[in-house]
């Protein structure tokens, strides 16, 4: 009790009242998101789609067989096949790490049951391949009119495709430099890597995929940017949103989440 009067008394001394007063404000914002982080990770600790992404971290072959989608034809109603085969294990709009709520997942993440520059990738609709100079795993793909929208263009981002050393696994057809490039759905782009740049966080055999938007004049907006781009599901005929409860993914008649 004393103690308290005393710290009572020391926070009310006019002495230094500034000073006092923000330490007061920044201990309450440490606090609250201490708490918030508290409250993120417990909720996505129940989330039975970490299980899921458990048992594909493990690595045995026949758990991770059972999480494979293999999806080469277009879902009933949906423009675009799934680019390649393999676990979708981070969704569009998810608040997994390495992303947030704050700042959630752009696209889909599609994992590999195999080794760097095994599982091909394909062009999941017709449009024209853009490989701008430098980029080693990347391609985009520009879509004049989108099937969902025919009043807008959209484009379309794969990228990963390289191993970690940063050696493409991009066909010979699109080298550096390749620009407006037409090809039709399901044409061969490459095959999915690890590269993941020059950070020094490793990332597992995939392919990231995601619909950009158009800037307006005829380019692509920054894809790293969430509010640029737009939910996968509708487009695929699957449920490809974090928002969706879906632990497997499939087609569905209902890909649009409430």
């Known amino acids: 009790m004393k103690t308290v009067k005393r710290w009572l008394t020391w926070l009310t001394d006019p002495s230094y009242w500034l000073l006092k007063i923000g330490g007061v404000v920044f201990l309450t914002l ?7 982080q508290a409250v993120s990770y417990l909720r996505l600790r129940d989330d039975p789609r970490n299980q899921a992404f458990w048992q594909w971290a493990v690595g045995d072959p026949a758990l991770r067989d059972d999480l494979v989608t293999v999806q080469r034809s277009r ?21 997994r790490g390495p992303y947030s709520s704050r700042s959630p997942h ?7 049951n195999t080794e760097p520059g095994i ?7 017709d449009g024209y391949i853009t490989r701008e100079d430098g980029w ?32 493409s696994f991009i066909v010979d057809a699109f080298p550096p430099g390749t620009q407006e490039l037409f090809v039709k759905q ?11 740049g020059n950070s020094p966080r490793g990332v597992w055999v995939h392919l990231h995929f995601s619909i950009v938007k158009d800037d307006g004049h005829g380019r692509y907006t920054n894809e790293l940017q969430f509010e640029n781009t737009l939910d996968p599901s ?4 699957m449920a490809v949103n974090y928002r969706c409860e879906q632990v497997t993914i499939g087609c569905t008649e209902a890909p649009l989440c409430p």
């Open 30 to 36: 440490l606090t609250l998101g201490i708490t918030y």
């Open 75 to 95: 879902c009933p109603g949906a423009p675009f096949i799934l680019p390649a085969d393999g676990f979708v294990g981070l969704l569009y709009e998810d608040p």
């Open 106 to 112: 752009q696209g889909i993440d599609i994992f590999s």
């Open 119 to 125: 599982t091909p990738v394909y062009a999941a609709y």
């Open 136 to 167: 080693r795993s990347a391609l985009i793909m520009r879509i004049p009119e989108d099937p969902q929208d025919p009043e807008r263009q959209i484009w379309l981002y794969y990228t990963h495709m390289a191993d970690q050393s940063g050696y």
């Open 186 to 196: 399901g044409t061969l782009l490459g095959y999915t890597g690890n590269y993941n």
């Open 234 to 237: 509708p487009y695929l005929g």
